[in-house]
């Protein structure tokens, strides 16, 4: 799958071999777990109507082949600005996070580009292809349900997965806001901070669509690495850009 990287993130074009064997791996599994599921409620439906009776476990089965499928299946779009921590979680599940720009309809042209089933947020819009093309709150909520009861866990208990990676973020006025490539001290900073970081943290910068401002952020495994790193990208926004 393709997509926006920031900070050292793999892009979707550069699947190895291994990865192409994985996608087939993981879409085998995907559709028998949907058609089994189908079967099962397919079941269930013929004992319910046409024998006044039902399949006790069909219900659990299925709730839980789902929490597989979401974990295999498992296409992410989010935004540029999320926290690692739901990348780490991601792929630790088994799946890929792909970053759009900000905004729900980036999220969901991504999604329907690459094929994805979950894409959201961090304001808390979260959509499920499954449900409709837009983020639906009542919908994320009884899929955290399903969750719940499929593991047999309280939801205190399953957020622990996600551990949030330290991150600042602030912006500086600018007099103009010409492209970041163009700004040498800034593009310098990021492209020595993206190589410091690597994968266990990212760099985000961009120009406010409203405001003056060029907004910055910086997210790393440490406070005092990413203290250390936003005060060094500041200062070479300040040079380039400052009023």
């Excluded at 990348?87 to 094929?115: F, H, N, P, Q, W």
């Excluded at 961009?206 to 405001?211: A, M, N, V």
Aim: aromatic fraction near 6%; proline fraction near 4%.
């Amino acid at each position: 799958m393709g997509g926006q990287t920031m900070a050292g993130h793999t892009t979707a074009g550069d699947h190895s071999g291994g990865g192409s064997f994985i996608d087939s791996l993981e879409e085998t599994l995907i559709a028998a777990l949907l058609g089994m599921m189908t079967l099962i409620t397919f079941a269930n439906v013929v004992a319910r109507y046409g024998f006044n009776s039902n399949i006790l476990w069909a219900l659990e089965l299925t709730v839980f082949m789902f929490g597989w499928l979401v974990l295999l299946g498992a296409s992410y779009a989010v935004k540029k600005s999320t926290h690692l921590g739901v990348d780490a979680v991601i792929r630790k599940s088994g799946g890929r996070v792909l970053r759009t720009d900000i905004g729900d309809r980036y999220v969901a042209e991504k999604m329907r580009e690459v094929g994805a089933t979950l894409g959201g947020e961090s304001s808390g819009h979260i959509i499920c292809d499954e449900i409709g093309p837009t983020g639906d709150g009542l919908g994320a909520a009884l899929k955290v349900l399903q969750v719940m009861l499929a593991s047999a866990r309280p939801l205190s208990e399953l957020r622990q997965v996600l551990k949030k990676f330290p991150q600042k973020s602030g912006a500086i006025k600018v007099a103009r806001k010409p492209p970041v490539p163009d700004c040498p001290e800034l593009s310098e900073a990021m492209a020595d901070l993206e190589r410091e970081l690597g994968e266990s943290g990212r760099v985000l910068v961009r120009y406010s669509g409203t405001e003056p401002k060029l907004r910055l952020l910086v997210e790393g495994p440490s406070e005092a690495l990413v203290e250390d790193a936003y005060q060094k990208l500041s200062d070479a926004a300040e040079k380039d850009l400052a009023t």
